[in-house]
């Protein structure tokens, strides 16, 4: 039995800059789909998975996600005396447990993969996950669950997947795939932006990652690669030397919140998904004429 995953690790210290000026003085991790910060979204993913300790990586201008992650007396307090006893029990129901977050500051936004090593001293020697918030999926079970059935069976690491347009590989990092079906396949290799003909497959790395904790030591090195940052691609491309990477092909779909398309998107699609919100918005939209009334749509 491969050693259980217990902590997982968001990296939330990034500037942000495709999203500004939303992102000069508050975390793009707050900003909401719908009325759930993108933060909330990995928390409840990882709950889902079975996580017990939730590692924040934070920065400059991040100290509301600490406080969205704690109680707020003054708050609750209204709220009950309001009777809205409905709306207090969701914001206690969001919140991990006392003492299961743990807070550390990245004090210089040097890139995704000095994020993760600022994470070492908490994690330990132990597997752990990782979830960029900024990507939230429409997915169930969730993918860290997914992913985490793959991991009961092969161990080692595991990186969530999903396919791209093969003309787009070059926004993303790819994976080469060897053997084994869609739920755990081998990951033979890695390349970081590829261009199209370059490209080993068309399924790139969405932001989900199972890791074994000798990659906080490649980390170390602190070489920087592309973007002058320090990439965890590059050392995860080292570890693949020496430890197994199995591909998950999930079941569900990504949206790139960091992105001002991927982030409307999922306002559009979580919205349309939501009971109390659904036929409402459907309706205001088709008053503004963007969406077809629904008797006026052809038969798939
Ligand atoms: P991004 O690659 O989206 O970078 O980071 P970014 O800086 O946040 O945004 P842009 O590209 O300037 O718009 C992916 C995740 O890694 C975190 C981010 O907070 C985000 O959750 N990150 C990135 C860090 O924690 N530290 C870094 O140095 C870079």
Redesign the pocket.
């Known amino acids: 039995m491969p050693k259980r995953v217990r902590t997982a690790v968001?990296?939330?210290?990034?500037?942000?800059?495709?999203?500004l000026p939303a992102?000069k003085a508050m975390?793009?991790?707050m900003l909401t789909v719908v009325d759930r910060p993108l933060i909330q979204y990995a928390v409840d993913e990882a709950r889902e998975a079975g996580i017990e300790h939730f590692v924040f990586?934070?920065?400059r201008n991040k100290g509301v996600i600490e406080d969205h992650f704690d109680r707020q007396y003054e708050l609750e307090h209204t709220l009950e005396i309001r009777g809205k006893s409905q709306a207090l029990r969701e914001l206690q129901k969001d919140l991990p447990s006392a003492g299961q977050s743990s807070f550390t500051r990245?004090q210089?936004?040097?890139?995704?993969g000095?994020?993760v090593w600022c994470a070492r001293e908490l994690v330990g020697d132990q597997p752990f996950a990782l979830l960029?918030?900024?990507?939230v999926f429409k997915a169930r079970p969730g993918v860290l669950k997914q992913m985490m059935q793959a991991y009961e069976e092969t161990g080692g690491n595991i990186v969530g997947v999903e396919e791209v347009d093969p003309k787009d590989v070059s926004s993303y990092g790819i994976v080469a795939r060897g053997a084994g079906p869609d739920h755990g396949f081998r990951i033979t290799g890695m390349v970081e932006k590829p261009k199209p003909a370059d490209a080993p497959s068309n399924l790139f790395i969405s932001?989900r990652y199972i890791l074994q904790p000798e990659i906080f030591n490649l980390l170390s090195e602190q070489t920087r690669g592309a973007g002058n940052?320090?990439q965890l691609t590059d050392a995860m491309q080292v570890l693949i030397k020496s430890q197994d990477f199995t591909g998950v092909k999930y079941e569900g779909k990504v949206f790139d919140c960091?992105?001002k398309l991927g982030f409307l998107t999922a306002n559009v699609v979580f919205a349309l998904d939501r009971p109390d919100l659904a036929d409402a918005f459907r309706n205001e939209m088709v008053k503004l004429g963007l969406f077809e009334r629904e008797r006026d749509r052809e038969p798939a």
């Open positions: 968001f990296p939330v210290a990034g500037l942000g800059t495709r999203f992102t975390p793009k991790e990586v934070t920065g990245q210089e936004p040097l890139g995704l000095h994020a960029l918030p900024d990507m932001g940052e320090i960091g992105s």
